[in-house]
């Protein structure tokens, strides 16, 4: 068979660009491309509360410590300066990132989002 017999479709758009594989979808009476079809479905949930917590390090110390504590007691944590804080949400280990300060107020920076299974 020549080259000729096939109907090759045409991989270049006007501008000269590969084509893109997201095709208009229509949602109601409206047409929107796939990643805006993606937020819409997850819409529902935009308003779900979750807890978020950024663990510095842990401690074990029994209870004798603990009430011996005061103001500027000082606690030695299990991380070294530097190493990547873990970051939660609603108790399961999303991310690891780092301590950063904004405004006069401590935040975080992630670094590292943990899929599932490569949580150790």
């Known amino acids: 068979?020549?080259?000729?017999?096939?109907?090759?479709p045409d991989l270049e758009n006007d501008g000269g660009?590969?084509?893109?594989?997201?095709?208009?979808?229509?949602?109601?009476d409206s047409m929107v491309?796939?990643?805006?079809?993606?937020?819409?479905d997850l819409a529902p949930v935009f308003e779900v509360p979750v807890n978020i917590s950024a663990v510095l390090g842990k401690a074990h110390i029994d209870v004798n410590?603990?009430?011996?504590?005061?103001?500027?007691?000082?606690?030695?944590?299990?991380?070294?300066?530097?190493?990547?804080?873990?970051?939660?949400?609603?108790?399961r280990l999303v991310a690891r990132?780092?301590?950063?300060?904004?405004?006069?107020?401590l935040g975080v920076t992630m670094t590292e989002i943990i899929k599932d299974g490569d949580s150790v």
């Open 33 to 40: 491309d796939e990643k805006e079809k993606a937020a819409v």
């Open 97 to 105: 990132g780092e301590v950063v300060v904004v405004d006069d107020r």
């Open 1 to 8: 068979m020549a080259d000729d017999d096939f109907d090759l």
């Open 65 to 91: 410590t603990l009430l011996k504590l005061t103001e500027g007691s000082v606690v030695e944590l299990d991380r070294k300066i530097g190493e990547a804080i873990d970051i939660y949400v609603n108790n």
């Open 17 to 28: 660009e590969p084509p893109v594989n997201s095709a208009p979808v229509v949602v109601g």
